[in-house]
């Protein structure tokens, strides 16, 4: 079946640093998601990218969809404590999702 | 946007009980939702895709008999957890669709299991 991995699994940044997680499907996907999750919390959808080579803005995080439409960035600049929690993408291969491995980020003051 | 609750958020039972969990789109008409089980520090791992008025689609591997799931209306998707082990104690989070073929899913806050 399809499956959805990202690195890193863990990523431990000193505040104002950059971050970057990465998303590699291993089919083709006809969109991809990302949601955060917050330590306790449950899944909040971010974006959605949908054409090969797309990228979106919102603010500090730049998502990235690759040209196979098999993988994704995510990447924030200048992280802040508020970024803390785990980052999925989530790719959709028909009717359902697979989410990915995750990434959990930890902001250091 | 659209929401989606879930009841109970919390749940501590003893072994051998049934647990029922509620999932309700609040603000739309949800044709299609999802079940999701989350083990700690683990993604999230689809159980099931719920169809109103139809029966639940299961990923492999998940025990029909002992997720029973129900769809009776375009708001309210349930998902019973029948005699409960331990190894059962999850975060169930439940999810939605507004419209057929719309990508994007609603998530619920999600209910947490606890078996004794």
């Known amino acids: 079946g399809q499956q959805v991995m990202q690195i890193p699994q863990y990523q431990h940044v000193q505040e104002g ?5 990465y998303c590699n499907s291993s089919t083709t996907l006809s969109n991809i998601q990302w949601y955060k999750q917050r330590p306790g919390g449950h899944p909040v959808f971010l974006i959605q990218l949908v054409k ?4 979106k803005k919102q603010k500090r995080l730049t998502f990235q969809f690759g040209e196979a439409k098999k993988n994704s960035s995510l990447h924030i600049t200048a992280t802040q404590t508020t970024d803390v929690g785990t980052y999925f993408c989530a790719g959709d291969g028909g009717n359902k999702l697979t989410f990915g491995t995750g990434t959990q980020l930890k902001v250091e003051l | 946007g659209a929401v989606v609750s879930q009841h109970p958020s919390w749940v501590i039972c003893k072994s051998g009980t049934s647990v029922k969990i509620e999932c309700r789109s609040l603000d739309f008409q949800a044709t299609t939702m999802f079940w999701y089980r989350q083990f700690p520090k683990q993604s999230l791992m689809l159980m099931a895709t719920s169809n109103e008025g139809s029966k639940a689609t299961y990923e492999q591997g998940v025990e029909k008999d002992k997720f029973l799931i129900n769809h009776a209306s375009l708001t309210l998707s349930t998902l019973t957890v029948t005699s409960a082990h331990p190894e059962d104690s999850s975060f169930y989070i439940c999810s939605a669709r507004d419209r057929p073929n719309q990508e ?3 998530f619920g806050p999600g209910t947490r299991l606890l078996v004794l």
């Not at chain 1, 640093?17 to 997680?21: I, K, Y």
């Open chain 1, 17 to 21: 640093e950059d971050f970057t997680t």
């Open chain 1, 52 to 55: 090969s080579g797309e990228v």
């Open chain 2, 104 to 106: 994007t899913q609603y």
